[in-house]
């Protein structure tokens, strides 16, 4: 054990001095320094005196910085002021006597394969103090990772019933396998009951429907497909008590369903745990989190204590009343949430209901997955003050399993929204970011015109366009609305405010944007040119190549399409007609009108700072000595009118 007190009374040990080039020197001593044991004293000196001293008991180590130098000011320290190798510094060259190097190499160590005594007692400090933190280190990981193993084995294995659980209550559709037709009929099998029966030919891959014998719905599969195999994919939290102690998992569930297997297949992985434990009257969380880590790939990796996960899962419910007791601050966890059908954050559920009376209430009223989230008016006093809506919608909020960015929706609606439209609305389970959208748009649309309008666009989509999610034609939808209003269409017929093809309609109300964009920008560019901007231009060219000047905003935009580089951008638009650095396109002499290079040169200095063909390439010799000719002539030719009085 070092103690400081001890240490700074200990007597100095002087050192051979300073001599030729070595500018520091050391003394080294071992000290019986009462509780302290046996210590190494080593005081290290430079031209100006003493600098700092370094101690050690052969375990441990500490630094007095007596003099600052460097980043180092004065103060103890565990920093090492000594470099690992002698040749990063001048630090290891100290010159030390004989005695000074046996003391060091008593207490920390040979340094007999050093071939020079100046390096002894550097290297040593250095090795000693290497050793001793990669020591510390592999044994703090060392205890980690046992911690972490004691921690694991905690987790008892996975329940029996976890894949019927998720079969009945996580995913809530199913595949139904159909073998080719016989007799205009074909044979469908069901995934989930395993029920098989006839169909028609109506039924058809890709299709969904609902399973006539155990009422889920399903999706239409091809058997005869080799890869016809669908995976479907959850997060599920899973609560249990190990001695006393709380621990969550939270599990990765996949599901897969084949054409040969009449079962689906079910494959669980932990991401993340947290454990509740006491010790010694001590209440800590621990975290663990399966990431990625720095140079390699996925593994656990402990979290800092406390660390919490909010993310959304499902929450296995069979045993929350082994875990919770009876009744949890007032709830019985496991009645109230046997009847969730979406993810919900369950840590923020217990921590809700412990700290926020008002949770009790949503929970019990079957709004559980309101009880869950953060809650906006933590002192609300009824529904109406919490969700901004009355207690008619109760019945409707309990059957949908709203959250508050749908009920947002109810809220925002500049008129009445229908019990109908909304459910249809949450049966789509639609991201915050689309219901902001769906918000956007209803400022011109209802609710249950806009949801049916989307999904039958996609219906009748192409199948390229098909295959993007619903969230993509809502997007499209607002895009169109706010641009037909900013063209101040009449939003009050339905062929403008619904058309018939809204891909066609999105695409053509674009190009009028840009165009309207174009057309003022264009006039823009022209009265740049009126006030001048050219005042000082002549034509420029050889049997080769010619320069020509833009004249139109659009001029730079089809450069930058037909090249395939950026010099359509508005930051290059507006330098140039602002006349500092300046665009200019280099033709083919042969072929003026075909972009071929474009140039941005200052034309104060005569310095080109981009020279670039299709696909920002280099330009070859010629080009290159062809614009740098220019570019010394723009100087030139503005000199010279300047010098003439004649300016924009």
């Given at each position: 054990m070092l103690i400081k007190s001890i240490l700074e009374n200990l007597p100095l040990t002087p050192g051979p001095g300073p001599s030729g080039k070595l500018q520091y020197s050391a003394g080294a001593a071992i000290h019986q320094a009462g509780r302290c044991g046996e210590v190494l004293s080593v005081d290290v000196y430079d031209l100006k005196g003493l600098l700092y001293r370094f101690f050690s008991d052969g375990k441990n180590y500490i630094t007095q910085v007596v003099r600052p130098f460097?980043?180092?000011?004065?103060?103890?320290?565990?920093?090492?002021?000594?470099?690992?190798?002698?040749?990063?510094?001048?630090?290891?060259?100290?010159?030390?006597?004989?005695?000074?190097?046996?003391?060091?190499?008593?207490?920390?160590?040979?340094?007999?394969?050093?071939?020079?005594?100046?390096?002894?007692?550097?290297?040593?400090?250095?090795?000693?103090?290497?050793?001793?933190?990669?020591?510390?280190?592999?044994?703090?990981?060392?205890?980690?990772?046992?911690?972490?193993?004691?921690?694991?084995?905690?987790?008892?294995?996975?329940?029996?019933?976890?894949?019927?659980?998720?079969?009945?209550?996580?995913?809530?559709?199913?595949?139904?396998?159909?073998?080719?037709?016989?007799?205009?009929?074909?044979?469908?099998?069901?995934?989930?009951?395993?029920?098989?029966?006839?169909?028609?030919?109506?039924?058809?891959?890709?299709?969904?429907?609902?399973?006539?014998?155990?009422?889920?719905?399903?999706?239409?599969?091809?058997?005869?497909?080799?890869?016809?195999?669908?995976?479907?994919?959850a997060k599920i939290c899973i609560a249990c008590k190990v001695d006393g102690q709380l621990l969550l998992r939270y599990t990765d569930v996949v599901r897969t369903i084949e054409p040969g297997r009449k079962k689906p297949s079910y494959r669980f992985s932990d991401y993340f745990k947290t454990l509740f434990l006491v010790n010694n009257g001590k209440a800590t969380e621990y975290a663990y989190a399966w990431t990625v880590g720095p140079y390699y790939g996925y593994d656990w990796r402990r979290q800092r204590n406390g660390t919490e996960n909010y993310g959304d899962s499902y929450v296995y419910t069979e045993n929350l009343r082994e875990v919770f007791g009876d009744k949890y601050y007032n709830v019985d966890l496991q009645t109230s949430l046997s009847g969730i059908r979406r993810p919900i954050?369950?840590?923020?559920?217990?921590?809700?209901?412990?700290?926020?009376?008002?949770?009790?209430?949503?929970?019990?009223?079957g709004l559980f997955v309101l009880a869950s989230d953060f809650l906006p008016k933590k002192d609300a006093r009824n529904m109406s003050e919490l969700l901004g809506?009355?207690?008619?919608?109760?019945?409707?909020?309990?059957?949908?399993?709203?959250?508050?960015?749908?009920?947002?929706?109810?809220?925002?609606?500049?008129?009445?929204?229908?019990?109908?439209?909304?459910?249809?609305?949450?049966?789509?389970?639609?991201?915050?970011?689309?219901?902001?959208?769906?918000?956007?748009?209803?400022?011109?649309?209802?609710?249950?015109?806009?949801?049916?309008?989307?999904?039958?666009q996609r219906s009748l989509a192409s199948i390229k366009l098909r295959h993007n999610k619903l969230s993509y034609f809502?997007?499209?939808?607002?895009?169109?609305?706010?641009?037909?209003?900013?063209?101040?269409?009449?939003?009050?017929?339905?062929a403008i405010l619904e058309p018939r093809d809204l891909k066609e309609r999105h695409d053509l109300l674009v190009a009028r944007i840009n165009e309207q964009k174009d057309e003022l920008e264009n006039q823009r560019f022209k009265r740049a040119i009126d006030d001048g901007l050219y005042w000082w231009a002549h034509e420029y060219a050889n049997k080769d190549y010619c320069v020509v000047y833009p004249q139109k905003r659009s001029d730079l935009t089809t450069?930058?399409?037909?090249?395939?580089?950026?010099?359509?951008?508005?930051?290059?638009?507006?330098?140039?007609?602002?006349?500092?650095?300046?665009?200019?396109?280099?033709?083919?002499?042969?072929?003026?009108?075909?972009?071929?290079?474009?140039a941005e040169i200052d034309v104060e200095t005569g310095r080109i700072q981009q020279l670039h063909g299709f696909g920002n390439c280099s330009a070859p010799k010629e080009v290159r000595s062809f614009t740098e000719g220019f570019a010394k002539s723009c100087v030139r030719w503005r000199t010279n009118k300047s010098a003439l009085g004649v300016s924009a």
């Open positions: 460097r980043d180092f000011s004065v103060e103890w320290t565990e920093r090492n002021p000594v470099s690992g190798y002698f040749y990063d510094n001048d630090y290891p060259c100290m010159a030390a006597t004989q005695e000074s190097i046996d003391a060091v190499e008593k207490k920390l160590g040979s340094t007999g394969f050093w071939r020079d005594d100046i390096h002894k007692v550097g290297e040593a400090i250095s090795r000693f103090v290497s050793d001793t933190k990669r020591e510390q280190r592999d044994l703090a990981w060392h205890n980690k990772m046992e911690l972490q193993k004691r921690h694991f084995a905690m987790f008892p294995a996975y329940p029996a019933d976890l894949a019927k659980f998720c079969e009945n209550k996580v995913f809530q559709e199913s595949v139904m396998y159909i073998s080719k037709l016989e007799k205009g009929k074909r044979r469908a099998t069901c995934r989930h009951c395993g029920k098989s029966f006839r169909v028609g030919r109506e039924i058809k891959p890709g299709g969904k429907g609902v399973c006539p014998k155990c009422g889920l719905p399903v999706i239409y599969r091809a058997e005869w497909v080799k890869k016809s195999e669908i995976t479907h994919k954050c369950f840590r923020r559920l217990l921590d809700n209901l412990k700290n926020i009376p008002q949770t009790e209430y949503l929970v019990k009223s809506i009355g207690r008619s919608w109760l019945p409707v909020l309990r059957e949908t399993q709203a959250d508050f960015y749908e009920i947002k929706v109810i809220v925002e609606a500049t008129g009445a929204v229908r019990p109908e439209d909304f459910k249809d609305l949450c049966a789509l389970r639609l991201d915050r970011y689309d219901l902001q959208y769906v918000r956007d748009i209803m400022r011109f649309n209802t609710l249950g015109h806009t949801l049916r309008y989307v999904q039958a809502i997007t499209l939808y607002r895009d169109y609305l706010n641009m037909a209003d900013t063209l101040q269409s009449d939003m009050s017929k339905r450069e930058g399409q037909c090249l395939n580089h950026c010099v359509g951008m508005k930051m290059y638009y507006e330098n140039h007609i602002a006349g500092r650095s300046m665009i200019f396109f280099i033709r083919s002499y042969e072929k003026p009108d075909k972009p071929f290079f474009t």
